[in-house]
């Protein structure tokens, strides 16, 4: 017993135990993952049989269907192999996690590695169902963590540190960023980033840098230049959003504001609530009227319209807030509502970095980056159709900044136990709730705790409530 306990005791200080502990719980969560959406009805397999190969099918696919070769090829070999999808699915969850702590915690401080875990937890794995957990783990999420990966060099030449030449290593992170850069949203945050190193960063690794570049302009004029694309625009601009082609550059500004906003302030999910309370704690304890006047407001307007009423919902059209054949006078208050609120949240975030200006800029680039990847579905007819899976990469700047805040409070001295205690709570509910979906759809609705399904359903799955888009809906289902 003594020994199991040294045992268990030496494991827990282990600078890797958090993220063991983090593989294993996923793994049992991916074994519960059900095939659903597309992975349910898996065409893209049927297809391959009647192409009689799977490079002529991706041939298909290219000239008629998108520019994600990359990635669906890898789908396509993931969906047919359920054990490869119980492999890859947990240890991108391990590995994006191991990544983020090297990237941000440099120092490997313990509460910081545990707290970038727990996190996970917190994180809106539901997204991942609007089109299959399958098919969202390697076209979103497996993406991502190569994104972070391909950024390991560009973390080594901040701190001075001479690139290595390992011939081994530049081929992991080439590989890696080819296959992030087969995503558009990925490509428009790695873009950015690339660019702003080669203008303000001159020493030793630029030429790696440059290789970067390159290899992002390659994965960008394959975008643009796939036949496949223009095809598959088309047929979504009819079945999703017949009237996008018509809309102005104003109006698509509107739309992506309003649908991004809204998503947040009036359907706030877990991620951002606590992103909130980290922020609302740093602030608080400056004192500052103006600053304690925006945490005040902006916790009103969440728990009024996200949670109390429903009219700001009820207000939202497919066409956001402005729309051309349904409007009232509540429209243009909710999307002035949502302006400000944006803007209060904007002055709390420079009001907790603002004591130190490489924090502050790192904030703001990292939530750029996130409002970067969203506001590209402005310019797509599946900007509804393609559901809450597209907020995944701005989820995750919001987890970057959550862990910012948390390195922030660090330093204040509050009762760091309670809040402690209080993350874990969170963590536990939203896994267990999370688990519990799962549940009720391997059982179909039939499970002991099947009433919880009306509370998830109601406040926690992802889904819109839009004037006009059950009508829509409808519409496509009947053909």
């Known amino acids: 017993?003594?020994?199991?306990?040294?045992?268990?005791?030496?494991?827990?200080?282990?600078?890797?135990?958090?993220?063991?502990?983090?593989?294993?719980?996923?793994?049992?969560?991916?074994?519960?993952?059900?095939?659903?959406?597309?992975?349910?009805?898996?065409?893209?397999?049927?297809?391959?049989?009647?192409?009689?190969?799977?490079?002529?099918?991706?041939?298909?696919?290219?000239?008629?269907?998108?520019?994600?070769?990359?990635?669906?090829?890898?789908?396509?070999?993931?969906?047919?192999?359920?054990?490869?999808?119980?492999?890859?699915?947990?240890?991108?969850?391990?590995?994006?996690?191991?990544?983020?702590?090297?990237?941000?915690?440099?120092?490997?401080?313990?509460?910081?590695?545990?707290?970038?875990?727990?996190?996970?937890?917190?994180?809106?794995?539901?997204?991942?169902?609007?089109?299959?957990?399958?098919?969202?783990?390697?076209?979103?999420?497996?993406?991502?963590?190569?994104?972070?990966?391909?950024?390991?060099?560009?973390?080594?030449?901040?701190?001075?540190?001479?690139?290595?030449?390992?011939?081994?290593?530049?081929?992991?992170?080439?590989?890696?960023?080819?296959?992030?850069?087969?995503?558009?949203?990925?490509?428009?945050?790695?873009?950015?980033?690339?660019v702003f190193f080669l203008i303000f960063y001159e020493g030793r690794g630029k030429t790696f840098i440059w290789l970067q570049f390159m290899i992002c302009c390659l994965s960008a004029l394959y975008t643009v230049l796939t036949p496949g694309l223009y095809v598959r625009m088309s047929g979504e601009t009819y079945i999703w959003f017949r009237d996008f082609a018509s809309l102005s550059i104003f109006k698509l500004l509107e739309l992506g504001f309003s649908s991004t906003a809204y998503h947040y302030i009036f359907k706030p999910n877990s991620i951002f609530l606590l992103f909130y309370i980290l922020l609302a704690l740093v602030v608080w304890r400056q004192k500052n009227l103006a600053a304690q006047i925006s945490i005040i407001f902006i916790a009103i307007t969440i728990l009024a319209f996200g949670y109390i009423f429903d009219i700001a919902r009820n207000s939202m059209t497919v066409y956001g807030y402005i729309a051309p054949y349904y409007f009232s006078s509540y429209n243009y208050l909710f999307l002035f509502l949502l302006i400000i609120v944006c803007i209060a949240l904007g002055y709390l975030i420079y009001r907790a970095f603002y004591g130190s200006r490489q924090k502050l800029l790192t904030a703001f680039a990292i939530?750029?980056?996130?409002?970067?990847?969203?506001?590209?579905?402005?310019?797509?007819?599946?900007?509804?159709?393609?559901?809450?899976?597209?907020?995944?990469?701005?989820?995750?700047?919001?987890?970057?900044?959550?862990?910012?805040?948390?390195?922030?409070?660090?330093?204040?001295?509050?009762?760091?136990?309670?809040?402690y205690i209080f993350v874990i709570a969170l963590a536990f509910i939203n896994t267990f709730l999370f688990i519990i979906h799962i549940l009720n759809i391997l059982q179909e609705g039939i499970f002991i705790f099947s009433k919880l399904k009306v509370f998830i359903d109601s406040y926690l799955m992802p889904r819109y409530d839009l004037v006009g888009w059950e009508m829509a809906v409808q519409s496509i289902q009947k053909g």
């Open 1 to 194: 017993m003594v020994f199991l306990k040294n045992c268990l005791s030496n494991f827990i200080k282990s600078k890797n135990a958090p993220y063991i502990i983090l593989w294993g719980i996923f793994f049992i969560i991916y074994l519960l993952l059900p095939y659903m959406a597309d992975d349910a009805f898996p065409r893209s397999l049927e297809g391959i049989k009647s192409f009689g190969s799977m490079i002529a099918f991706l041939k298909m696919y290219f000239y008629t269907l998108g520019q994600k070769l990359i990635v669906h090829a890898v789908y396509l070999i993931v969906l047919k192999y359920r054990l490869l999808f119980l492999l890859i699915g947990p240890l991108t969850v391990a590995l994006t996690a191991y990544t983020i702590n090297f990237l941000i915690n440099s120092k490997n401080v313990k509460p910081i590695s545990w707290g970038i875990c727990l996190l996970f937890f917190i994180f809106p794995f539901w997204d991942l169902q609007t089109s299959g957990y399958v098919l969202d783990t390697v076209i979103y999420f497996l993406p991502f963590c190569a994104m972070l990966i391909s950024f390991i060099p560009l973390k080594n030449i901040i701190e001075g540190n001479p690139y290595s030449k390992n011939i081994w290593q530049t081929i992991i992170f080439v590989l890696a960023l080819i296959y992030a850069c087969n995503v558009e949203q990925i490509l428009v945050m790695i873009f950015p980033v690339l």
């Open 367 to 419: 939530l750029f980056l996130g409002i970067l990847s969203r506001g590209l579905l402005m310019f797509s007819p599946t900007i509804w159709g393609s559901q809450t899976r597209t907020f995944f990469f701005l989820n995750f700047a919001l987890l970057f900044l959550c862990i910012m805040l948390f390195q922030v409070l660090q330093n204040y001295k509050f009762n760091k136990k309670a809040f």
